[in-house]
């Protein structure tokens, strides 16, 4: 169902969740102009690809985001705890989880880290949390958060269109057929 994997654990004490999250690259990006929204118009190629960052999930009473890069925020300014924040009130629901981001996609590098690790956020949280919400109403929460996210809930490679959060699965090929 999603780019990432899961391996559950249980105990008396606490579930947890540890998700490995893709990243993807623009195979394709167009620009087709600016909207009246401000954002620009896009048709796009993404493309799910084998570079991973690891991210715990355990539940707790308290919502808590430790990273393994110092420089990373682990405030409102990341994606996963704005994630959380999100789900947790559009569920509404009051628990936490203590989140581990073990960042191993490069910062800034174009190649949707942080979009990433916040799809997994909700697709983890939505399981251990147990609410039992489909991909669709998931890409909803998503895409509030970022254009690029509900791409993460599927993976694989896709045809995006608006900001990039309208997406159109494409049939994974040997060879693309852009390039020869």
Partial sequence: MVGFYALSRRSRQA??????????VNLVLEVLGKRVDGYHELSTVL????????????EDEALALRTTDPELPTDEANLVVRAARLLRETAGVSRGARITLEKRIPV?????GGSSDAAATLWGLNRLWR???GRERLAGVAAEL???IPFFLSGGRALGTGRGERLRPLPAT???PWYW
């Avoid at 800034?108 to 949707?112: R, V």
């Fill in 15 to 24: 579930r947890s969740l540890t998700l490995r999250t893709s990243a993807k």
């Fill in 47 to 58: 493309q799910a690809v084998d570079l991973f960052d690891r991210l715990v999930l355990e």
């Fill in 108 to 112: 800034a590098a174009g190649l949707g």
């Fill in 131 to 133: 609410l039992g919400w």
């Fill in 146 to 148: 970022g254009a690029d």
């Fill in 174 to 176: 040997r060879r693309c």
